[in-house]
């Protein structure tokens, strides 16, 4: 009877660095580019369970202070409409 143990990538991992000098770097390179793209895409899936933070955190991380009807960023004064476009472009992909 055959074993049908499902085996992980980090079993053939192991095994391919056990034996590293029979194995081809082809293979080596190939599970190096499996991680990653397990990584990235563990990664993304926890983003996209993210909200988008909200106007007012954002101003504060970035440092930009609201002084009655305008803010400053950077040093400069400019205007809310400036900001929120900054804001939504910068926290779009999150």
Known sequence: MKNTET???NYYKQNC???YINTPISVLRY???LEEAINYTHSCTQLKDKKRPTFEFWCDVNGIVNVNDFYI???DQVSV???VGKYV???DNL
């Open 7 to 9: 085996k992980d990538l």
């Open 17 to 19: 660095e056990e034996d």
């Open 31 to 33: 599970i190096s580019e």
């Open 73 to 75: 960023y950077k040093g």
């Open 81 to 83: 409409e400036y900001l």
């Open 89 to 91: 472009k910068e926290t």
